[in-house]
């Protein structure tokens, strides 16, 4: 039989009480996207599993973050989406002066500077734990691109912002979700 020193034996204990003590509070602050992620997939026909699983946890704050905190990420992402479309809209316009559809891009554009002004009000107002607000905030925030693509369609032109739109509501969608649930 191996006789194992002092020194083995406690380092051997440390180790697995180390252990013992860390892997639930990782496992526990890891687990909170994918039952929030479910939630919100069952919350809303316009919330898909994968992307809210993938949109979270592609921010390495998500990993220990509450159910507030995730709402902030939510938020802050789909705050980054508005300010991307703003610009990809600014693009548009200025290499194409005489398109077609500039009253429909210039219209989207307000409409996205707004809607990142909507959801910089809901950071703080998760921040402050005020969700009835944020509520409010984040759904004139969701509005922006049912509203983009409105004027296209009445306009009777294809949006060069489909795809776009599309994720930016997704995204909205998942921090709506969010929002109720931390209520």
Do not use: W
């Not at 180790?15 to 996207?33: E, G, K, Q, T």
Request: glycine letters at 2%; hydrophobic letters at 40%.
């Amino acid at each position: 039989m191996m006789k194992l020193s002092t020194f083995s034996l406690v380092s051997l204990a440390f180790s697995s009480l180390l252990v013992l003590f860390l892997l639930p509070h990782s496992v526990n602050a890891a687990d909170i996207i994918e039952p929030t992620c479910n939630k919100a997939a069952k919350s809303s026909p316009n919330i898909k599993y994968h992307y809210c699983l993938n949109s979270l946890k592609a921010n390495p704050k998500s990993r220990n973050a509450d159910i507030q905190q995730l709402g902030i990420i939510s938020a802050e992402l789909a705050k980054s989406k508005a300010n991307s479309i703003s610009i990809v809209i600014k693009r548009l316009l200025e290499t194409n002066k005489n398109r077609v559809d500039n009253k429909c891009l210039q219209d989207c554009l307000k409409i996205y500077s707004n809607a990142a002004e909507d959801l910089e009000e809901v950071v703080k107002d998760f921040n402050a734990k005020d969700y009835f607000e944020a509520n409010i905030q984040m759904s004139a925030a969701m509005d922006a691109a049912t509203n983009c693509e409105d004027g296209f369609k009445q306009m009777g032109v294809a949006s060069p912002l489909t795809k776009m739109n599309d994720r930016y509501f997704q995204t909205t969608a998942i921090t709506l979700a969010i929002t109720n649930m931390a209520r």
